[in-house]
T-cell receptor, first 115, second 113 residues
Framework: DTEVTQTPKHLVMGMTNKKSLKCEQH?????MYWYKQKAKKPPELMFV???????INESVPSRFSPECPNSSLLNLHLHALQPEDSALYLC??????????????FGPGTRLLVL | GDSVTQMEGPVTLSEEAFLTINCTYT??????LFWYVQYPGEGLQLLLK?????DKGSNKGFEATYRKETTSFHLEKGSVQVSDSAVYFC????????????FGEGTQLTVNP
């Protein structure tokens, strides 16, 4: 089973709202990732967690706040977003972070619209 | 730094046609190479991968061979189906880039009946 699940599937929020995206995997993976994907573009890495610790933050604005409560769960807390933050947010996981040939498995994404 | 160049799309084929999507890369050492597919409204799915020179990845009739001498990882399928319509991303993970995946721009494939 190589399934990564994400909720919600769709989210509409205003610029003053606070919302959270959730990602879950039960493959025993110890690395988890958040990506942002704009239409007709490849995914862009936002954050990497390794063994529940934040390992990479790709200079993401503080209105995006990641959290990894345990090895199976990854959240992305959203606050005071801008319309340009509207995108598909993808979660991914892999067995470990920095190993040659390591494969990342992606979830179906949350399509976010900021009004 | 690492980079991936993919054949520009969109690509439109008739069912049962032969498919090639070109992918070339720039990276130091021996990166791992991947093809991901994204169907409309969905996330990315791993299609195939190769981790060393001359490795051939294959899945669902798709194939790609890791060519170190030409720094290429072209995707091929002998006979495409309507259900193969999707966006295809070539990606690499460099030896020194931690777990960062470097993606190509993606190639939109449409297969008509």
């Amino acid at each position: 089973d190589t399934e990564v699940t994400q909720t919600p599937k769709h989210l509409v929020m205003g610029m003053t709202n606070k919302k959270s995206l959730k990602c879950e995997q039960h493959m025993g993976h110890r690395a988890m990732y958040w990506y942002k994907q704009k239409a007709k573009k490849p995914p862009e890495l936002m954050f990497v967690y390794s063994y529940e610790k934040l390992s990479i933050n790709e200079s993401v604005p503080s209105r995006f706040s990641p959290e990894c409560p345990n090895s199976s769960l990854l959240n992305l807390h959203l606050h005071a977003l801008q319309p340009e933050d509207s995108a598909l947010y993808l979660c991914a996981s892999s067995q470990v972070w920095a190993r040659r040939g390591e494969t990342q498995y992606f979830g179906p994404g949350t399509r976010l619209l900021v009004l | 730094g690492d980079s991936v160049t993919q054949m520009e799309g969109p690509v439109t084929l008739s069912e049962e046609a032969f498919l090639t999507i070109n992918c070339t890369y720039t990276a130091t050492g021996y990166p791992s190479l991947f093809w991901y597919v994204q169907y409309p409204g969905e996330g990315l799915q791993l299609l195939l991968k190769a981790t060393k020179a001359d490795d051939k990845g294959s899945n669902k009739g798709f194939e790609a061979t890791y060519r170190k001498e030409t720094t290429s990882f072209h995707l091929e399928k002998g006979s495409v189906q309507v259900s193969d319509s999707a966006v295809y991303f070539c990606a690499l993970r460099g030896e020194t880039s931690g777990s960062r995946l470097t993606f190509g721009e993606g190639t939109q494939l449409t297969v008509n009946p």
